[in-house]
């Protein structure tokens, strides 16, 4: 484990980083980054020590390139099983009012394909990797990760709209502060975060990439029923019907249609809420 101040980023720390001896797994934590990245190319706001900001270098890994993606299941259902805990705590406390999801009991920890994690409707984490390949397999992997947990604002609650009022994107970020009314150690969350991937790591390690996939397609965010999609034809509603293990998402239209996409290739709409 490798922890900084202030950096630009720390996936472009671990680029460069060479280890005196062969580690399987960096860590590598930032207070601050003054480049931290999204994905495609989308920037990520945190404040100075209010939040997590990590990388992960993987170097031991054989995951075949045709299985990529479920490097990228791993570290989101890390991330997702280490916020459930606090926030089931909240079922009879939580104010509904803080965040745009509407929940029953416990708020509901998904991802959002790819590899965002959900509260509700609403943003806690992000994920952006790099693989390096050899041939048709995956040796090196640098998982760069962005949780939310004592910032309580933000500069950029939403994406600037698109198509009409009830056909926007949806990111709006929340935080655990947001959510508890207080601050949370950062460290404890870290650790479990650590905890979940290292089980997952093992199996990638093994090839057995099975049960990643199947807890990976349950927790997907509107992972049941149909729901408003955009892509470059427009709207439609369909259902998730699953995700391929390079990760495309396949969805099943409201004619029966098979439609397959890849990342940036279709986005999710606002639900309309009922006035």
């Given amino acids: 484990m490798i922890e900084l101040d202030v950096i630009g980023s720390t996936n472009t720390f671990l680029k460069d980083y060479r280890p005196f001896r062969p580690i399987d797994?960096?860590?590598?934590?930032?207070?601050?980054?003054?480049?931290?990245?999204?994905?495609?190319?989308?920037?990520?706001?945190?404040?100075?020590?209010?939040n997590l900001l990590f990388s992960?270098?993987?170097?031991?890994?054989?995951?075949?390139?045709?299985?990529?993606?479920?490097?990228?299941?791993?570290?989101?259902?890390?991330?997702?099983?280490?916020?459930?805990?606090?926030?089931a705590q909240l079922e009879e406390t939580l104010d509904l009012s803080r965040t745009r999801g509407e929940w029953e009991g416990t708020p509901s920890v998904t991802v959002k394909w790819p590899n965002d994690i959900y509260v509700?409707?609403?943003?806690?984490?992000?994920?952006?990797?790099?693989?390096?390949?050899?041939?048709?397999?995956?040796?090196?992997s640098?998982?760069?990760?962005?949780?939310?947990?004592?910032?309580?604002?933000f500069l950029f609650p939403t994406l600037s709209p698109t198509g009409s009022d009830d056909e926007?994107?949806?990111?709006?970020?929340?935080?655990?502060?947001?959510?508890?009314?207080?601050?949370?150690?950062?460290?404890?969350?870290?650790?479990?975060?650590?905890?979940?991937?290292m089980r997952h790591y093992d199996a990638l390690q093994r090839g057995d990439f099975c049960e990643i996939h199947a807890a990976y397609r349950a927790a997907l965010y509107r992972g049941i029923g149909l729901h408003p999609f955009r892509d470059a034809d427009g709207s439609f509603?369909?259902?998730?019907e699953g995700v391929e293990p390079t990760g495309h998402l396949l969805l099943r239209d409201t004619t029966g249609r098979q439609r397959r996409y890849a990342f940036k290739e279709v986005a999710f709409l606002e639900m309309k809420r009922e006035k």
């Avoid at 480049?35 to 209010?50: F, K, L, V, Y």
């Avoid at 926007?168 to 991937?197: C, W, Y």
């Avoid at 509603?237 to 998730?240: E, H, R, T, V």
């Fill in 25 to 50: 797994v960096t860590l590598v934590t930032a207070e601050f980054q003054t480049a931290g990245r999204g994905q495609a190319g989308n920037s990520w706001e945190s404040r100075h020590g209010e």
């Fill in 56 to 87: 992960l270098a993987l170097s031991a890994l054989q995951v075949p390139a045709t299985e990529m993606f479920v490097i990228s299941e791993a570290i989101a259902l890390a991330i997702r099983e280490a916020i459930i805990p606090p926030l």
């Fill in 120 to 140: 509700g409707d609403s943003k806690i984490a992000g994920i952006l990797i790099e693989n390096d390949l050899q041939g048709s397999t995956i040796t090196r």
């Fill in 142 to 153: 640098i998982i760069g990760c962005g949780v939310n947990i004592n910032q309580q604002r």
């Fill in 168 to 197: 926007k994107p949806a990111p709006t970020p929340i935080s655990l502060r947001q959510l508890l009314g207080q601050n949370t150690e950062r460290r404890f969350v870290l650790d479990a975060i650590m905890e979940h991937f």
């Fill in 237 to 240: 509603n369909a259902a998730i």
